[in-house]
């Protein structure tokens, strides 16, 4: 896909979407380090169910980690590996405190030492708490990039060193969430939406799928 092609293909995305954002409920970015955590192989509406209980109680490091792990589990066991996130949070609340004066970090070192976070959760932080141009790149954003020829990869990080390599840099703040979005409601694993897509005249997917 050529230069031309990305810029028209996300000016699309922006003109539809103009303010993407998370679909995590957070008002501070240790609301949304906790909910991101919380996402790993769950949905955002079940994180949000969970969170909305736990954040009325509980939403900084010194309350969450006064809950105790098993106190955290109580809010926490609908979502999917509990039992480690809740080990995880407490932990990460622990060394925000210790190290941080109770504050999420603005690096990504720093992020990536935290226990449960790894790059994308690090990116996502970095992207939607403190505007960074930084493309996390998940199970979503993988497929739609090597499916409309955005950036293909064999890795994860091979679609995201190439994305944010590609991504005319106007786009590159939003193009995290416009393609998640994408990928979660239209151009799906099983069957993409191809007929309702509103980019289908730019993207290269061979294969493409008609009502």
Not at 29 to 44: H, K, R
Not at 143 to 155: C, F, I, P, S, Y
Not at 162 to 169: D, F, K
Request: glycine share 6%; hydrophobic share 35%; aromatic share 6%.
């Amino acid at each position: 896909m050529n230069r031309d092609k990305r810029t028209v293909l996300f000016s699309r995305l922006r003109e539809l979407n103009p303010q993407p954002t998370t679909e995590l409920d957070y008002g501070t970015p240790f609301e949304l380090l906790v909910a991101v955590i919380l996402s790993a192989q769950a949905t955002d509406v079940g994180v949000n169910k969970a969170t909305s209980k736990l954040y009325a109680i509980a939403n900084t490091p010194q309350a969450i980690l006064d809950l105790g792990v098993d106190g955290l589990k109580s809010y926490i066991r609908t979502i999917g590996l509990f039992n480690s996130k809740a080990e995880n949070i407490i932990k990460t609340c622990r060394i925000l405190l210790e190290e941080h004066g109770g504050e999420v970090p603005r690096t990504r070192e720093e992020l990536e030492r935290l226990p449960g976070v790894g790059r994308k959760t690090a990116n996502v932080i970095l992207n939607t708490a403190f505007g960074e141009a930084t493309i996390a790149v998940d199970t979503h954003i993988f497929r739609v990039a090597n499916r409309t020829g955005l950036a293909k990869g064999k890795t994860p990080l091979e679609v995201e060193k190439r994305l944010v390599r590609l991504t005319p840099e106007e786009f590159r703040k939003d193009a995290h969430h416009w393609l998640i979005l994408h990928g979660r409601y239209v151009c799906k694993a099983r069957r993409p939406e191809c007929w309702r897509c509103p980019i289908v005249e730019w993207c290269e997917y061979r294969s493409k799928e008609v009502e």
